[in-house]
């Protein structure tokens, strides 16, 4: 594993943190998912918090939408999204490179 420069981490903790900030400032997320995902963004650097990031959405999302299918949740109800991001942060340490690479094949 290489060393990677102290603002990696600290753009990743920024980052992380940042977005659900804002989601947590126009409602529809709590304070603890913040600092959760700032310190997981510290651990993973840039660019991985994205694709923890895009990970934990796209889980939770297709959790969600099969527990509202399933009926086992109401639509307002509240998921904690924790364990996604968790989740998220763990796919992109043991794969986050590899992701990034394959997703930019195609783009460039």
């Known amino acids: 594993m290489t060393e990677e420069p102290l603002w990696v981490h600290l753009l990743g903790a920024l980052c992380g943190g940042g977005v659900l900030l804002l989601l947590a400032l126009f409602g529809g997320m709590g304070m603890g998912d913040v600092k959760l995902f700032a310190l997981l963004g ?9 694709v923890a990031f895009l990970v934990a959405c796209a889980l939770g999302t297709a959790v969600g939408g099969g527990l509202q299918l399933a009926g086992v949740v109401q639509k307002k109800q509240h998921i904690p999204f924790g364990p996604f991001l968790a989740f998220g942060t763990l796919v992109a340490f043991l794969y986050g490179p590899d992701m990034i690479r394959f997703y930019l094949t195609f783009i460039g």
């Open 42 to 50: 510290w651990l993973l650097g840039w660019p991985n918090v994205i």
